[in-house]
Protein backbone atom coordinates (compact mmCIF):
# COMPACT_ATOMS: atom_id res chain seq x y z
CA UNK A 1 0.00 0.00 0.00
CA UNK A 2 1.20 3.48 -0.99
CA UNK A 3 0.16 6.47 1.25
CA UNK A 4 1.01 9.63 0.06
CA UNK A 5 -0.51 13.00 1.92
CA UNK A 6 -1.64 16.70 0.27
CA UNK A 7 -2.20 19.56 3.02
CA UNK A 8 -3.93 22.76 1.47
CA UNK A 9 -6.14 25.01 3.78
CA UNK A 10 -5.63 22.81 6.74
CA UNK A 11 -7.47 19.75 4.83
CA UNK A 12 -5.36 16.45 4.75
CA UNK A 13 -5.72 14.27 1.70
CA UNK A 14 -4.49 11.05 1.77
CA UNK A 15 -4.27 8.94 -1.42
CA UNK A 16 -3.42 5.36 -1.71
CA UNK A 17 -2.45 2.96 -4.08
CA UNK A 18 -3.22 -0.64 -3.63
CA UNK A 19 -5.16 -2.95 -1.52
CA UNK A 20 -7.21 -2.24 1.31
CA UNK A 21 -7.03 -4.74 3.61
CA UNK A 22 -5.71 -6.80 7.25
CA UNK A 23 -2.41 -6.01 5.25
CA UNK A 24 -2.12 -3.49 4.86
CA UNK A 25 -5.00 -1.22 7.13
CA UNK A 26 -2.76 -0.82 10.52
CA UNK A 27 -0.58 1.11 8.40
CA UNK A 28 -3.13 3.34 7.06
CA UNK A 29 -4.61 4.09 10.75
CA UNK A 30 -1.09 4.52 12.06
CA UNK A 31 -0.38 7.49 9.13
CA UNK A 32 -3.80 9.11 10.31
CA UNK A 33 -3.39 8.98 13.77
CA UNK A 34 -0.31 10.41 13.51
CA UNK A 35 -1.56 13.44 11.61
CA UNK A 36 -4.69 13.92 14.13
CA UNK A 37 -2.17 13.84 16.99
CA UNK A 38 -0.05 16.69 15.33
CA UNK A 39 -3.62 18.07 14.95
CA UNK A 40 -5.10 17.39 11.92
CA UNK A 41 -9.05 16.99 11.96
CA UNK A 42 -10.10 17.42 8.30
CA UNK A 43 -9.70 14.66 6.09
CA UNK A 44 -9.91 13.70 2.48
CA UNK A 45 -8.75 9.72 1.90
CA UNK A 46 -8.64 9.63 -1.97
CA UNK A 47 -9.17 6.41 -2.74
CA UNK A 48 -8.92 6.20 -6.57
CA UNK A 49 -6.39 4.10 -6.67
CA UNK A 50 -7.43 1.46 -4.21
CA UNK A 51 -8.35 -1.71 -6.07
CA UNK A 52 -9.98 -3.46 -3.21
CA UNK A 53 -11.21 -2.99 0.18
CA UNK A 54 -12.35 -5.12 2.91
CA UNK A 55 -14.21 -4.76 6.21
CA UNK A 56 -10.36 -4.63 7.30
CA UNK A 57 -10.36 -1.37 5.67
CA UNK A 58 -13.69 -0.11 6.19
CA UNK A 59 -13.44 -0.19 9.54
CA UNK A 60 -10.25 2.01 9.65
CA UNK A 61 -12.65 4.85 7.87
CA UNK A 62 -15.42 4.20 10.40
CA UNK A 63 -13.74 4.41 13.56
CA UNK A 64 -11.18 7.12 12.07
CA UNK A 65 -14.62 9.12 11.02
CA UNK A 66 -15.93 8.64 14.11
CA UNK A 67 -13.51 9.69 16.03
CA UNK A 68 -12.74 13.53 14.30
CA UNK A 69 -16.62 13.59 14.10
CA UNK A 70 -17.00 12.99 18.05
CA UNK A 71 -13.46 14.03 19.51
CA UNK A 72 -12.29 16.18 16.74
CA UNK A 73 -15.24 18.25 15.70
CA UNK A 74 -13.32 17.10 12.33
CA UNK A 75 -14.77 14.54 10.03
CA UNK A 76 -12.85 11.78 7.34
CA UNK A 77 -14.22 12.63 3.37
CA UNK A 78 -14.19 10.46 0.86
CA UNK A 79 -13.40 10.53 -2.80
CA UNK A 80 -13.54 8.54 -6.01
CA UNK A 81 -14.09 5.32 -5.24
CA UNK A 82 -13.48 2.49 -8.44
CA UNK A 83 -16.96 0.65 -8.65
CA UNK A 84 -15.81 -2.53 -6.92
CA UNK A 85 -15.21 -0.74 -3.74
CA UNK A 86 -17.90 2.04 -4.31
CA UNK A 87 -20.32 -1.83 -4.12
CA UNK A 88 -18.75 -2.66 -0.51
CA UNK A 89 -19.69 0.51 0.75
CA UNK A 90 -22.85 0.47 -0.26
CA UNK A 91 -23.45 -3.39 0.74
CA UNK A 92 -22.35 -2.05 4.17
CA UNK A 93 -24.61 0.65 3.84
CA UNK A 94 -21.31 3.23 4.88
CA UNK A 95 -22.32 5.40 1.69
CA UNK A 96 -25.28 7.15 3.37
CA UNK A 97 -23.40 7.74 6.60
CA UNK A 98 -19.59 8.51 5.88
CA UNK A 99 -19.77 11.66 3.02
CA UNK A 100 -18.70 10.47 -0.84
CA UNK A 101 -17.47 12.73 -2.99
CA UNK A 102 -16.87 12.11 -6.87
CA UNK A 103 -13.38 14.06 -6.60
CA UNK A 104 -11.03 15.27 -4.40
CA UNK A 105 -11.26 18.32 -4.85
CA UNK A 106 -15.09 18.90 -3.75
CA UNK A 107 -14.42 16.61 -0.96
CA UNK A 108 -11.78 19.37 0.07
CA UNK A 109 -13.87 22.19 -0.50
CA UNK A 110 -16.91 20.76 1.50
CA UNK A 111 -14.65 21.22 4.72
CA UNK A 112 -15.57 25.35 3.83
CA UNK A 113 -18.89 25.56 3.25
CA UNK B 1 -11.89 -28.06 -11.47
CA UNK B 2 -10.56 -28.06 -8.33
CA UNK B 3 -7.58 -26.43 -7.08
CA UNK B 4 -5.48 -27.08 -3.08
CA UNK B 5 -2.89 -24.11 -1.96
CA UNK B 6 -1.48 -24.21 1.76
CA UNK B 7 -0.32 -20.58 2.98
CA UNK B 8 0.90 -19.69 6.16
CA UNK B 9 -1.11 -17.89 8.45
CA UNK B 10 0.48 -14.31 7.03
CA UNK B 11 -2.22 -11.56 5.91
CA UNK B 12 0.58 -10.90 3.38
CA UNK B 13 -0.54 -13.59 1.29
CA UNK B 14 -3.53 -12.18 1.39
CA UNK B 15 -3.41 -9.65 -2.63
CA UNK B 16 -2.28 -13.80 -3.98
CA UNK B 17 -5.60 -15.16 -2.86
CA UNK B 18 -7.13 -12.08 -4.24
CA UNK B 19 -5.42 -12.88 -7.67
CA UNK B 20 -6.68 -16.83 -7.12
CA UNK B 21 -10.47 -16.07 -6.90
CA UNK B 22 -9.94 -13.78 -9.41
CA UNK B 23 -8.95 -16.33 -11.78
CA UNK B 24 -11.32 -18.80 -10.51
CA UNK B 25 -14.33 -16.33 -10.92
CA UNK B 26 -13.48 -15.36 -14.47
CA UNK B 27 -12.97 -19.11 -15.29
CA UNK B 28 -16.48 -20.64 -13.74
CA UNK B 29 -18.07 -17.23 -15.86
CA UNK B 30 -19.43 -14.54 -13.19
CA UNK B 31 -19.42 -11.11 -14.15
CA UNK B 32 -17.02 -8.26 -12.56
CA UNK B 33 -19.48 -7.88 -9.85
CA UNK B 34 -19.85 -11.20 -9.04
CA UNK B 35 -16.06 -11.80 -8.84
CA UNK B 36 -15.87 -8.90 -6.76
CA UNK B 37 -18.27 -10.51 -4.26
CA UNK B 38 -16.07 -13.82 -4.54
CA UNK B 39 -12.66 -12.07 -4.20
CA UNK B 40 -14.31 -10.07 -0.92
CA UNK B 41 -16.28 -13.45 0.95
CA UNK B 42 -12.72 -15.36 0.30
CA UNK B 43 -10.93 -12.25 2.06
CA UNK B 44 -12.97 -12.02 4.94
CA UNK B 45 -12.88 -16.31 5.31
CA UNK B 46 -8.96 -16.16 4.94
CA UNK B 47 -8.64 -12.73 7.24
CA UNK B 48 -10.34 -14.77 10.12
CA UNK B 49 -8.78 -17.94 9.61
CA UNK B 50 -5.24 -16.13 9.80
CA UNK B 51 -6.27 -13.80 12.93
CA UNK B 52 -8.41 -15.18 14.81
CA UNK B 53 -8.19 -18.86 14.43
CA UNK B 54 -4.14 -19.08 13.62
CA UNK B 55 -3.03 -15.36 15.25
CA UNK B 56 -0.60 -14.39 12.99
CA UNK B 57 2.09 -17.27 13.47
CA UNK B 58 3.61 -17.56 10.45
CA UNK B 59 5.04 -21.19 11.69
CA UNK B 60 1.28 -22.47 11.32
CA UNK B 61 -0.60 -22.73 7.79
CA UNK B 62 -4.30 -23.12 6.39
CA UNK B 63 -5.87 -25.15 3.31
CA UNK B 64 -7.54 -23.25 0.74
CA UNK B 65 -9.41 -25.25 -1.74
CA UNK B 66 -11.01 -23.94 -4.65
CA UNK B 67 -13.53 -25.71 -6.73
CA UNK B 68 -15.41 -24.37 -10.23
CA UNK B 69 -17.91 -25.58 -12.78
CA UNK B 70 -19.50 -22.97 -15.20
CA UNK B 71 -21.69 -20.81 -12.83
CA UNK B 72 -20.34 -21.89 -9.61
CA UNK B 73 -17.70 -21.31 -7.17
CA UNK B 74 -16.87 -23.30 -3.96
CA UNK B 75 -14.08 -22.83 -1.50
CA UNK B 76 -12.91 -24.14 1.69
CA UNK B 77 -10.48 -23.03 4.11
CA UNK B 78 -9.28 -25.56 6.94
CA UNK B 79 -7.32 -25.16 10.02
CA UNK B 80 -6.76 -26.73 13.22
CA UNK B 81 -5.38 -23.09 14.86
CA UNK B 82 -7.64 -22.02 18.23
CA UNK B 83 -10.70 -22.66 18.93
CA UNK B 84 -12.75 -19.74 17.39
CA UNK B 85 -16.34 -19.74 16.60
CA UNK B 86 -16.84 -16.64 14.12
CA UNK B 87 -20.71 -17.66 14.49
CA UNK B 88 -20.57 -16.55 17.87
CA UNK B 89 -19.50 -12.85 16.78
CA UNK B 90 -22.89 -10.61 16.50
CA UNK B 91 -24.37 -8.88 13.52
CA UNK B 92 -23.44 -5.06 12.37
CA UNK B 93 -25.63 -2.61 13.76
CA UNK B 94 -25.09 -0.92 10.73
CA UNK B 95 -27.88 1.65 11.27
CA UNK B 96 -25.69 2.77 14.47
CA UNK B 97 -22.45 1.85 13.64
CA UNK B 98 -20.75 5.64 13.74
CA UNK B 99 -22.44 5.16 17.68
CA UNK B 100 -20.99 2.15 18.65
CA UNK B 101 -17.71 1.31 20.37
CA UNK B 102 -16.74 -1.57 17.88
CA UNK B 103 -16.78 -2.05 14.22
CA UNK B 104 -16.86 -5.60 14.18
CA UNK B 105 -18.81 -8.31 12.49
CA UNK B 106 -18.72 -6.61 8.91
CA UNK B 107 -17.02 -9.83 7.55
CA UNK B 108 -19.42 -12.18 8.79
CA UNK B 109 -22.38 -9.97 6.85
CA UNK B 110 -20.18 -9.41 3.86
CA UNK B 111 -20.66 -13.49 3.75
CA UNK B 112 -24.11 -14.05 4.45
CA UNK B 113 -25.48 -10.91 1.78
CA UNK B 114 -22.45 -12.02 -0.97
CA UNK B 115 -22.88 -15.39 -1.01
CA UNK B 116 -25.58 -18.30 -1.65
CA UNK B 117 -23.82 -19.96 0.73
CA UNK B 118 -21.85 -19.57 3.98
CA UNK B 119 -21.06 -22.43 6.85
CA UNK B 120 -18.47 -23.22 9.38
CA UNK B 121 -17.92 -26.24 11.39
CA UNK B 122 -15.60 -28.00 13.31
CA UNK B 123 -14.74 -31.51 13.01
CA UNK B 124 -14.08 -34.30 15.13
CA UNK B 125 -10.04 -33.94 14.46
CA UNK B 126 -10.89 -30.55 15.71
CA UNK B 127 -9.98 -29.05 12.03
CA UNK B 128 -12.80 -26.08 11.23
CA UNK B 129 -13.81 -25.35 7.67
CA UNK B 130 -15.37 -22.61 5.78
CA UNK B 131 -17.67 -23.66 3.20
CA UNK B 132 -18.63 -20.63 0.71
CA UNK B 133 -20.77 -21.09 -2.41
CA UNK B 134 -21.46 -18.46 -5.06
CA UNK B 135 -24.21 -19.57 -7.85
CA UNK B 136 -24.90 -17.57 -10.96
CA UNK B 137 -28.14 -16.05 -10.65
New interface residues.
Given amino acids: MKIEENILNDVSSIKLEGRFDANTSDAVEKFIREKIEKGCSQFVLNMENVSFISSAGLRVVIIIARELRNEHQGDLHIAVLQPSVKRVFEISGLNNILKIFDDEQTATEAFSK | MQQSYDFPAD??V??KI?KLAIDAGSNAGFN??EI?DI??AI??VC?NT??HGLKNDQNRTFQMVIQWNPGEIEIQIHESGEFFDPLDLDDPN??N???ENS??G??L??LR??MDEADFRIGRDGVKTWRIVKRKV
Avoid: N, P
Wanted: no cysteine.
Fill in positions: TALEGDIGQLDETIILEIMEAGLGYFEL
